[in-house]
């Protein structure tokens, strides 16, 4: 019987955090007004006055404690994971799997939706027993001290022994985004006999860091000549959005970590350009996150002491390349759904059906056995949090008849 331990931050480590961003050395920043340079010091100065003088983490912790909480060792990881029992004739246990720089959080606006749809107009039926953990390094999966080489792959094979051996339950449903994607799209490749389906956002292909340049999207390759402008800009921006992440998390993880560990706002600085690039936010970063939402994931981030193991899950999805389980195609043989955003369409593609249509054509499709593609109009990154109704109905039509 394994025993509940709610979350709790210490006193000690808030009050060192206040004192650190109250003692904050400022950049000039000039000529950064309007984030040419990246992000501004005006929203970060505000961001962090906020995050010292009026972020109540107490209240968010007690929204994040109405959910049960474990903590649990898993061949020597530790893993902290969230439990929602599920309310229906016959729940389905459904392991989440989030990404960078996501927490275990993310899944907050979904998780009582897929546990109890009779609560929100849906079918009991369709009701999940619902896992969320915080990915191996991540969060309060912490520390992570003796597994430096903790991968997507990798946390595929602690989530199976997770959902198998330590909860007992003998098949599963999995969904993930992002890093989480991968690590959902392992276990329906590993593990496809044991799972019922697996739901992913991305659909990339489980070889997307294997070799020498995976952290350039370009793959060295020059912009072609003679695109029309308006695509050409397109793949400007798209490349802006990751160049820098992927670069430095892949090549040089723990001479940014020492950084982000020992500032809050640099760390806060390093997510927060993530939250504003890759969410459907118009602009105005505070349509998706408010602040309240954006320092509760930062806090979690600090207090874990999570965000040089995080970042360091990428050198590892490169520096220990996965190789394929079996040699049966499809690759992933679990029935796959999909859920594409119109804020991530590749260059040149306006529509769903033009997202669906060109993922379709293109060299990852043979890889899933893809069984219910959906593309949006709208949302970003962030699917769950984004466009959660959206997404769960997504993930409910992947799973009916396959339970």
Do not use: C
């Not at 501004?40 to 962090?48: K, T």
């Not at 020992?262 to 349509?287: C, F, Q, T, Y």
């Amino acid at each position: 019987m394994l025993e509940q331990t709610p979350i709790h931050v210490p006193d000690e480590v808030l009050d060192d955090l206040r004192r650190r961003l109250t003692a904050t050395k400022w950049p000039l920043d000039a000529g950064n007004e309007d984030g040419y340079y990246g992000v501004r010091r005006a929203y970060l100065q505000e961001l962090v006055e906020y995050w010292a003088d009026e972020f109540d983490w107490r209240a968010a912790e007690r929204a994040i404690n109405a959910y049960e909480h474990y903590r649990v060792d898993v061949g020597g990881v530790p893993v902290h994971f969230l439990r929602k029992p599920g309310v229906g004739p016959n729940p389905t246990p459904l392991i989440l799997s989030h990404g960078w720089p996501w927490t275990f959080w993310h899944w907050s606006k979904v998780i009582d939706p897929l546990a109890d749809p009779g609560s929100f107009g849906g079918d009991p039926a369709d009701a999940f027993d619902v896992i969320v953990p915080s990915l191996p390094g991540f969060g309060f999966s912490t520390p992570l001290t003796d597994q430096p080489d903790m991968n997507f792959w990798k946390i595929a094979d602690v989530w199976h022994e997770l959902m198998t051996g330590v909860l007992g339950h003998e098949k599963y449903a999995a969904a993930g985004n992002d890093v989480g994607a991968l690590v959902t799209g392992q276990l329906g490749h590993k593990y496809a006999d044991e799972l019922h389906a697996i739901h992913i956002g991305s659909a990339l292909k489980l070889d997307f860091f294997n070799g020498d340049r995976a952290w350039d999207l370009s793959g060295g390759k020059p912009l072609p000549e003679g695109l029309p402008d308006d695509i050409h800009a397109q793949i400007v921006s798209w490349e802006k959005r990751f160049a820098v992440h992927l670069a430095a998390h892949v090549l040089d993880p723990s001479t940014l970590g020492f950084a982000l560990t020992d500032s809050p706002v640099g760390m806060l600085a390093w997510i927060l350009a993530r939250w504003a690039h890759w969410s459907d936010n118009g602009g105005d970063l505070e349509k998706v996150f408010s602040k309240d939402d954006l320092l509760t994931h930062a806090t979690i981030y600090w207090a874990g002491n999570a965000i040089d193991t995080s970042i360091r899950t990428y050198a590892n999805n490169n520096r220990y390349p996965w190789t394929p389980s079996h040699d049966r195609t499809p690759v992933v043989e679990a029935p796959t759904g999909i859920t594409f955003v119109g804020y991530e369409n590749p260059p040149g593609i306006t529509t769903p059906e033009q997202r669906v249509e060109h993922f379709l054509a293109s060299d990852r499709a043979a890889w899933y056995n893809h069984v219910n593609i959906t593309a949006h109009p709208h949302g970003g990154h962030f699917i769950p949090w984004e466009i959660p109704t959206e997404y769960v109905e997504d993930l409910r039509r992947t799973f009916r008849g396959r339970r």
